[in-house]
C-alpha cells in the first residue's frame, strides 16, 4: 500500500510540475506574442499613391506623382488608423500645393487596386527626402484591413543580422499581367544588414545592406526574423555612369521613426524580451498546464485518503466510461480553437460533430469571408472519433492547401490522424488553427 501511495504522489507532483510549466509559457505566449514568420509582416502593407495636378492657364492640367509602399503602426489587435512610409513618395502631393498655387495633391492609400479598395489619406507628418525622408498618414477612419507591425530598438540590430524588405516594387509589378496590389502582391527579399551609418544625401541614420529594393519599395517595412521592423526602406546606390543599381542600398533606422511618433503622440508597439515567445503558446500551453495543475491537486488529494486505490478503481471506470462517450481523460471534451487570424481565441465543439471550414456559408460551421485569400469555399473538416481517441482532419480540395504544423501539405480527400495540441494552417499560418482536449 505504501508503494502505491507513494507512486501516486509522485505522478502528481509530476503533473503539478507539468502544469505550473505549462501555464508560465501561456503567460509567456500572452505577455509576448510578438513573433511572426517575415512575410507574415504583409498583413501591415498598403499601396500608397501621391498625386499632383498642376492647373495650366490654358485650361490644361497635368498631373505627377509617385508610388510607393507604406505600413501600419498602432496596437496590436486594434484597428489601425496611421501609416508610415518616405517622405518622397508623397512629396509631390504635399509639398508642391504648399510652394504653387495652381498645384493640388491627394494621397491615397490601397487595400486592393484590383477591388478599387481605398481610402484618401492625410499627410499629418512630412520631413523631406534631404531631411528625415518620413511621412505618416492618417486614414479618415481606423481600419481592420491591415494589422499594426511592432517595432524593435535599432541598438539591439547587429551587423551580418538577416533583414527582409516588403513591398510593391516597380520591377516587379510591371512584370505582372494584372498586379492587383493587395496582399498577395506584396514580394519580399532577403538580404544582410552590411553596416549603420549617416548618409550624405540627407540627415538620417540608416542601415546599409544588400537586401534588393527598387522604385516602389520606398516606405516598405525592412523586418527581422521575427517580423518586426528594424527600418523604413528608402534608397539604392546606383552607378552614375550606367545608373545600374549597386546593391548597396539603405533603410532609415527605426528610433528615427520612435522619436517622431512620440513627438506627434502616435501609438506604437515595441517589442519586448518575450516577443520570442509564438501568440500560440497561449491557447495551447496555459489549457494544458490548467489542466494538469487540476489533474495533479485530484490525484495528490486521492492519494492521501484511506481507500485511495478503490478511488483511483472508481475513477478509471468513470473515465473509460466518459471517453466511450467521446470525452478524454479528467472528462475533457475535444475541441478545434483559432490560433492566429479570424478566429483567434475563439473555440468551437467537435462533440457536436464534424466541423468545415471555409467561405461557403451553406456547407460551413467555420466560415471566412468571401474574399480572404487563400481559403476555399469548402476547405477542410475536423472530426473526433471517439473510438480512437484521436482528431482526422480532411482537405477537401482546396485550391490553395490545408496544411499541418510542420508544413506537410494534405493530400485532398485523403484523412490525416491529429493528436491533442496539433497545429494546422489553411493556405498560410495567418490562418492557424489547434486541436485541443477541455
Not at 101 to 130: K, T
Not at 175 to 193: E, F, N
Not at 310 to 324: C, D, F, K
Request: aromatic share 8%.
Amino acid at each position: 500500500m505504501g508503494k502505491k501511495t507513494n507512486g501516486k504522489q509522485i505522478a502528481a507532483i509530476a503533473l503539478l510540475v507539468v502544469g505550473l510549466v505549462g501555464v508560465v509559457f501561456g503567460i509567456f505566449g500572452i505577455v509576448g506574442g510578438g513573433r511572426i514568420e517575415p512575410y507574415e509582416a504583409r498583413q501591415g502593407v498598403v499601396l500608397v499613391y501621391a498625386t499632383a495636378s498642376i492647373y495650366n492657364e490654358d485650361g490644361s492640367v497635368e498631373q505627377t506623382g509617385a508610388t510607393g509602399t507604406g505600413w501600419a503602426v498602432g496596437k496590436p489587435g486594434q484597428p489601425v488608423q496611421y501609416i508610415v512610409t518616405n517622405g518622397h513618395v508623397v512629396e509631390a502631393a504635399y509639398a508642391y500645393p504648399k510652394t504653387y498655387s495652381n498645384v493640388s495633391g491627394m494621397v491615397q492609400v490601397y487595400y486592393s487596386a484590383a477591388e478599387n479598395d481605398f481610402v484618401q489619406a492625410e499627410v499629418v507628418y512630412y520631413s523631406a527626402q534631404e531631411e528625415k525622408d518620413i511621412a505618416i498618414l492618417k486614414l479618415p477612419t481606423p481600419t481592420t484591413k491591415r494589422s499594426a507591425l511592432t517595432l524593435r530598438e535599432s541598438d539591439s540590430v547587429k551587423m551580418s543580422e538577416t533583414a527582409y524588405a516588403l513591398g510593391y516594387p516597380g520591377d516587379s509589378s510591371q512584370r505582372q499581367s494584372l498586379p492587383a496590389y493587395d496582399l498577395d502582391d506584396v514580394t519580399i527579399t532577403k538580404g544582410i544588414i552590411s553596416n549603420r551609418v549617416t548618409t550624405k544625401f540627407s540627415a538620417y541614420e540608416a542601415f546599409q545592406m544588400d537586401v534588393s529594393i527598387s522604385p516602389g519599395n520606398s516606405g516598405g517595412p525592412l523586418v527581422d526574423e521575427n517580423g518586426q521592423v528594424i527600418g523604413i526602406n528608402a534608397s539604392g546606390a546606383a552607378d552614375p555612369e550606367t545608373g545600374l543599381m549597386l546593391g548597396m542600398n539603405y533603410a532609415i533606422l527605426i528610433d528615427e521613426l520612435t522619436k517622431i511618433l512620440d513627438q506627434e503622440r502616435i501609438e506604437y508597439t515595441m517589442t519586448n524580451a518575450l516577443s520570442w515567445v509564438p501568440n500560440w503558446f497561449a491557447f495551447v500551453f496555459l489549457p494544458l498546464g490548467i489542466l494538469a495543475l487540476a489533474g495533479g491537486a485530484v490525484l495528490l488529494v486521492l492519494s492521501v485518503q484511506k481507500g485511495g486505490a478503490a478511488l483511483a478503481s472508481a475513477g478509471a471506470g468513470a473515465e473509460r466510461r466518459s471517453a466511450a462517450r467521446g470525452r478524454g481523460p479528467m472528462g475533457r471534451h475535444a475541441a478545434l480553437r483559432g490560433v492566429t487570424g479570424k478566429y483567434a481565441g475563439q473555440r468551437f465543439d467537435l462533440m457536436k460533430g464534424k466541423v468545415i471550414i471555409g467561405r461557403d456559408p451553406t456547407a460551413c460551421n467555420i466560415v471566412f469571408d468571401k474574399n480572404t485569400p487563400g481559403i476555399s469555399g469548402r476547405h477542410c473538416q475536423v472530426v473526433y472519433d471517439p473510438n480512437e481517441d484521436c482528431f482526422l482532419i480532411t482537405d477537401l480540395g482546396s485550391s490553395y492547401g490545408t496544411f499541418l504544423g510542420n508544413g506537410k501539405k494534405l493530400t485532398a480527400s485523403v484523412a490525416e490522424k491529429l493528436s491533442a495540441g496539433d497545429t494546422f494552417y489553411l493556405c498560410d499560418n495567418s490562418n492557424r488553427f489547434v486541436v485541443v482536449k477541455e
